[in-house]
Each structure stands twice: as C-alpha cells, then as structure tokens.
C-alpha cells in the first residue's frame, strides 16, 4: 500500500458510516475482469475493488506466474493433492477448513454488521424463552454461532489473532528502520507498514464496537486474554508509535 492509498482508504472510512459501507448491488450483475498484469497494481486493486467491497475476476494470463497456479495443481489441472498434504498437513490427521480469509480491513466491520443481525434474529425467534431460560444469551450465541460458524467471544479472538499479527509486522519494521536509520519514521513509508496501520486503525474501530456492545459484556469475558480493554490500548499505542 503506497501513500495515496493509504490516504484514500483513510478518508472513504473515516467519511463513511457503517452502513454506507455495507456490500453494494453489482450494477447490471457486472464483474470487472482483469487480464494484464502491468497495467494492474496493488493500489488500484486496493481502492477499486477492496474499498468498496467489489469482486473482479482474474485472467489465467495474469495468475500464470502464482505459487498456487505453479503447485497447487498438476500439468493435467487436477488438484496435486501430494503437494498439499506434504506442505499443509499430515493425511493421518482429520482436517477443518474455515475460510475466514476472505475478510480484510476493508470490510471487516460488515463482518461484525452481519454478526449482529444474526444474533439479532436468533433473539427475535426464541424471544418466548427469554425468562424460564437463565443462560437464553448463551444459547443465542450457540445458535448462531450453529449458522455462521463464530461467536462474539470467537469473533473477539480473530480480531486478536489479526491485531497480533499486524503488531509483529509493526514492530518488525520499527526494529529494522532503527538498525539502518536509527528512526521510525521512514518505517511506515514501505508497504507492509501501511497496510498493517491501516488494518490495525479498522480493527481499533470494530474492536472498540464490539467492546461497547451489551450482547457481548453479557458473555463471560474473563476467559479472553487479554481483556479488550488491554488490547485496545495495546493497537491504539502501536498504531500511535508508527505513525510518529
């Protein structure tokens, strides 16, 4: 992520409310499709298609040189599963896949959108049971969690899991930029810096959401480590540190 970037998805979501950034309608069921590499950068997938939250499909031309495409598949175009097992996993052991990867800075907080609606629905259908029932709040996180594979508390450690990450890459160039320049300001003008503030500041934003929310203090917190609290002020602290 360049600068200009950066700025850009800055402003749109300092700008935007939480619901203007909601998934658009694809106009007419259109789909941009992407052939040539060298006339295709980071920055304009960044802020042509992540920012607002658009699908594009790529052309073999353009992916022909990715890892994926190289070993992933045989000459044939049938999966090499003898790859896969050797680099991700042992055959002997039972295997779950849970593809969270398609969430991004740029639309986590539809995430976290979504989740609500869901829990909200869940209450909405066994309201009825809200009184005889002591533990009803948990069982709402269990039903949903039954349809959309998370809870709040699970939703709460994958924003964990992302901050830590994003810290690591923050604190790895600071780190490096000390050695080579004995400042950290020029740290945060690669691309990996940027991308991790960026990441940092939405998940600082849902993070800050989903602590405030009465659903979730309802939920025993204690078993978190650390307490959100902590860990806002652990993101907020690292994002302040890179941008001095």
Not at 65 to 78: F, I, L
Not at 130 to 150: E, F
Request: hydrophobic share 40%; proline share 5%; charged share 25%.
């Amino acid at each position: 992520m360049d600068r200009a970037t950066f700025a850009c998805s800055t402003a749109f979501f300092h700008d935007s409310s939480p619901s203007s950034q909601a998934a658009p309608g694809l106009p007419g069921g259109h789909v941009d499709f992407i052939e040539r590499v060298d006339s295709f950068t980071y920055s304009d997938f960044f802020r042509d298609y992540l920012i607002p939250n658009q699908p594009c499909i790529f052309s073999a031309k353009f992916t022909e040189d990715w890892g994926s495409r190289r070993n992933w598949v045989t000459r044939d175009g049938k999966p090499n599963f003898e790859h896969l097992l050797q680099k991700f996993g042992d055959p002997q052991e039972d295997t779950i896949s849970i593809n969270h990867n398609w969430v991004n800075g740029c639309n986590v907080a539809i995430m976290w959108c979504f989740l609500q609606d869901e829990l909200a629905a869940v209450q909405r259908e066994i309201n009825q049971w809200k009184d005889p029932m002591d533990d009803w709040h948990l069982q709402c996180q269990l039903i949903m969690k039954s349809c959309t594979g998370i809870d709040y508390k699970e939703f709460y450690n994958f924003l964990k899991v992302i901050a830590e990450n994003r810290i690591s890459v923050l604190e790895k160039g600071l780190d490096d930029e000390a050695l080579a320049k004995n400042t950290s300001k020029a740290a945060i003008s690669t691309l990996g810096m940027l991308h991790a503030v960026f990441d940092l500041k939405r998940t600082v934003k849902v993070l800050t959401s989903l602590s405030a929310n009465e659903d979730f203090k309802k939920l025993d917190l204690t078993s978190l480590s650390p307490p959100p609290e902590a860990l806002l002020h652990h993101l907020k602290a690292a994002i302040d540190t890179a941008l001095l």
